[in-house]
């Protein structure tokens, strides 16, 4: 009998130690915003390979680290130890998923290119709350859209919110190119254009963008040789 218990408790704690190693992690954003002009020091990645980062994207003096993490907590309180002289913002919980799970083509990539950029919400809260309430019905009220990553090859495509700004990121076939995706999704699809049309009314460029200009890139930094 005792034995038979020893086994089951076993068993028990394999299935378990299973499970939390199949436990999927939850895609985040980490933004650090370095003082202007100053050195930015991307050594302290290389002690985060165990924090499910998979991109380290830089524009200006704004770096971003997506990662697909269990424990999102301890990589934000892991950065802000590393940048305590850095303002830190956490892209948590995304408030549009695409995947392509509802694509008539469900096929996914192997890997993937994560396309990142950013912009702003423009002030007016009620408009804040009208861009929110487009996306939370895009999928019934504007299929055409979703429709249109799908023709394009998007493996996901994913909008957080902080405060207000965004972050979204486009995930692609690795080695694909966005330039030649992207116009696919409007290609015998006017509604896209419609719904791009209709987003323009919300969105702002972030502090130091040029006038006129709206979402930036963020860029590979050094190949994510940090990551690897």
């Given at each position: 009998m005792l034995?038979?218990?020893?086994?089951?408790?076993?068993?028990?704690?394999?299935?378990?130690?299973m499970?939390?190693?199949?436990?999927?992690?939850?895609?985040?954003?980490?933004?650090?915003?370095?003082?202007?002009?100053?050195?930015?020091?991307?050594?302290?990645?290389?002690?985060?390979?165990?924090?499910?980062?998979?991109?380290?994207?830089?524009?200006?003096?704004?770096?971003?680290?997506?990662?697909?993490?269990?424990?999102?907590?301890?990589?934000i309180?892991?950065i802000?130890?590393?940048?305590?002289?850095?303002?830190?913002?956490?892209?948590?919980?995304?408030?549009?998923?695409?995947?392509?799970?509802?694509?008539?083509?469900?096929?996914?990539?192997?890997?993937?290119?994560?396309?990142?950029?950013?912009?702003?919400?423009?002030?007016?809260?009620?408009?804040?709350?009208?861009?929110?309430?487009?996306?939370?019905?895009?999928?019934?009220?504007?299929?055409?859209?979703?429709?249109?990553?799908?023709?394009?090859?998007?493996?996901?495509?994913?909008v957080?919110?902080?405060?207000?700004?965004?972050?979204?990121v486009?995930?692609?076939?690795?080695?694909?190119?966005?330039?030649?995706?992207?116009?696919?999704?409007?290609?015998?699809?006017?509604?896209?254009?419609?719904?791009?049309?209709?987003?323009?009314?919300?969105?702002?460029?972030?502090?130091?963008?040029?006038?006129?200009?709206?979402?930036?890139?963020?860029k590979?930094?050094?190949?994510?040789?940090?990551?690897?």
């Amino acid at each position: 009998m005792l034995k038979k218990m020893r086994w089951k408790l076993f068993l028990l704690l394999v299935l378990a130690a299973m499970n939390a190693h199949a436990q999927p992690g939850k895609p985040v954003i980490v933004e650090i915003i370095a003082p202007k002009n100053a050195d930015f020091k991307f050594g302290a990645f290389a002690d985060m390979k165990d924090y499910g980062i998979t991109d380290i994207k830089q524009w200006e003096n704004r770096v971003v680290v997506y990662a697909n993490t269990t424990n999102p907590r301890q990589l934000i309180g892991r950065i802000k130890e590393d940048y305590p002289g850095d303002s830190v913002v956490f892209f948590e919980n995304p408030f549009y998923n695409f995947n392509r799970k509802i694509c008539s083509d469900k096929g996914v990539a192997k890997q993937w290119d994560n396309i990142i950029l950013t912009a702003n919400l423009v002030k007016d809260p009620k408009l804040q709350q009208e861009y929110l309430n487009y996306h939370a019905t895009q999928f019934q009220k504007w299929p055409q859209v979703s429709q249109g990553f799908c023709n394009a090859g998007f493996q996901q495509l994913l909008v957080f919110k902080s405060g207000r700004q965004l972050m979204l990121v486009i995930s692609i076939p690795k080695g694909a190119s966005l330039d030649k995706l992207n116009p696919l999704t409007t290609k015998n699809n006017p509604r896209v254009n419609d719904w791009n049309n209709i987003m323009k009314k919300y969105q702002q460029g972030i502090e130091g963008t040029n006038k006129g200009e709206v979402w930036v890139f963020f860029k590979n930094v050094a190949d994510n040789k940090f990551i690897e």
